[in-house]
């Protein structure tokens, strides 16, 4: 039979192959890799565990490793090569910080710091291209009554709803949209009004600043379809496009010659989710969207536009210290009992019934706790406590790393049947995620 090679996504770990030796994950760190339906694998792991039945290699690739693989770089699992240069041999960006307080104390409400808005002007008049990275689309983050302070929340979801430039609010949870109202729902007497900015929003401040340049956007609403992201991806690259808006997907795997300035318009949106692994997303977002800059030669410029100019992360990033980010987030996780000291199990409970709901994980937790003691964490409310008319309730299970995962399985999945066989909690849906990501 002839060699073969198969490129694909996660699902291509299970494509039958007669002799494989070799499976390459790239981007390692990617989140993507966790499935969020059932079978709820992590290829990363699929991949090692595959590798070990048919005595294959396995190669991982990342520009910011997570800090999971660090440690097992650390340990001996992995084995860890280091590139410690840039391909061509290009200088790394460098990398500015824009303070947003004293852009406020000096009166600029704008969403560009006059750090980042000179550094744009001088990239345009030298016809070189811009990339602006934003974690946020749509056009403000929400609207809300200046006079009573209601917020405008999608009826079916425990969120609120995100303005777009169309006129419409959206819920990006179940997809619920509505009309902006005309006056507060709530008082009937003034105007709502938008609150904070998403990529729709920065296109259009983009487009009133600077009226000379060709500005486009790459979010999922521009994106509707395969065609339209090649042409905002194709346009960019023959530069037909002199400034890039986007969120995370424009933060990896291209290699535009012509951009020499990246801006993040606010890191503080990356660094403040209520995650442990928050720090490190966050440094892996910023540095790999650093990376867009200067591939070709002089590395170019990268403005980080945040209120927290002395945040730990923050200052990583800009001495691009992937060492001092894992040893800060390894202590951290050790002091806290966090992957990789421990290995997580959340469990997830949805029913309409909110009564009902709470009963139920009321009597779990118990039953949990009979059998793992104080491994057992909850109940817990999650950030976002009701989607498409559900409401959600928590459990976090932590087992000790080195522990016997089989043993943690039965007696958990043992629980787990009891439970659905109870007739008080039989219309109680569960998922069950081991590693949560």
């Known amino acids: 039979y002839k060699r073969q090679i198969m490129i694909g996504p996660r699902s291509a770990l299970f494509a039958p192959f007669p002799d494989l030796g070799l ?43 997570s800090v999971d693989a660090s440690y097992a770089c650390e340990t001996g699992a992995y084995a860890l090569f280091r590139m410690d240069a840039r391909y061509g041999n290009a200088a790394l960006p460098s990398v500015w910080i824009a303070d947003m307080r004293e852009e406020l104390q000096m009166g600029n409400r704008s969403i560009l710091s006059g750090k980042l808005r000179e550094e744009i002007e001088k990239r345009l008049e030298k ?5 602006l990275f934003l974690n946020r689309r749509g056009y403000a983050g929400f609207v809300s009554c200046r ?6 929340k999608c009826p079916h979801c425990d969120v609120s709803l995100t303005a777009h430039n169309n006129g419409k609010l959206v819920c990006h949870y179940c997809g619920y949209t509505a009309p902006v109202p005309v006056k507060c729902p709530s008082c009937k007497v003034t105007d709502v009004v938008p609150r904070g900015f998403g990529t729709e929003k920065v296109e259009e401040e983009i487009a009133r600043l600077f009226p000379e340049a060709r500005v486009a956007r790459l979010d999922r609403d ?7 992201f ?14 890039l808006v986007g969120t995370q997907m424009i933060t990896k795997g291209f290699d535009f010659g012509g951009v020499s300035l990246v801006g993040i318009l606010n890191a503080d949106n990356l660094l403040n989710n209520p995650d442990f692994r928050a720090a490190e997303r966050a440094f892996q977002l910023m540095l790999q969207v650093a990376g867009r800059a200067g591939r070709r030669s002089d590395g170019g410029e990268v403005v980080i536009q945040t209120s927290e100019p002395g945040h730990p992360v923050i200052r990583q990033v800009v001495a691009g210290d992937f060492a001092g980010m894992a040893r800060m987030q390894l202590s951290e996780r050790e002091a806290f009992f966090y992957p990789p000291y421990a290995r997580l199990t959340s469990l997830t409970l949805r029913h309409r019934d909110v009564a009902l709901l709470r009963r139920g994980v009321t009597e779990l937790a118990a039953r949990l706790r009979v059998r793992f003691g104080r491994r057992v964490l909850g109940p817990m409310t999650p950030p976002v406590d009701r989607i498409r008319g559900e409401y959600l309730a928590g ?35 569960f998922i069950c995620n081991v590693d949560p990501q």
């Open 222 to 228: 521009s994106v509707t379809s395969e065609r339209a």
């Open 127 to 131: 016809k070189e291209q811009v990339v």
């Open 23 to 65: 499976i390459v994950i790239d981007e390692e760190h990617e989140t993507s890799y966790k499935s969020e339906v059932t079978p709820r694998y992590h290829a990363r792991e699929t991949a090692v565990r595959r590798a070990g039945l048919e005595h294959a290699h396995v190669v991982m690739g990342s520009a910011t490793p």
């Open 147 to 152: 006079a009573c302070g209601y917020v405008m």
């Open 395 to 429: 459990l976090l299970l932590k087992i000790e790393s080195g522990a016997s995962s089989a043993k943690a399985r039965a007696l958990l999945a043992a629980e787990l049947k009891a439970f659905a066989e109870n007739p008080e909690f039989k219309t109680i849906t």
């Open 230 to 243: 090649n042409a905002i991806i194709s346009d960019f690259e023959a530069r037909k496009t002199d400034i």
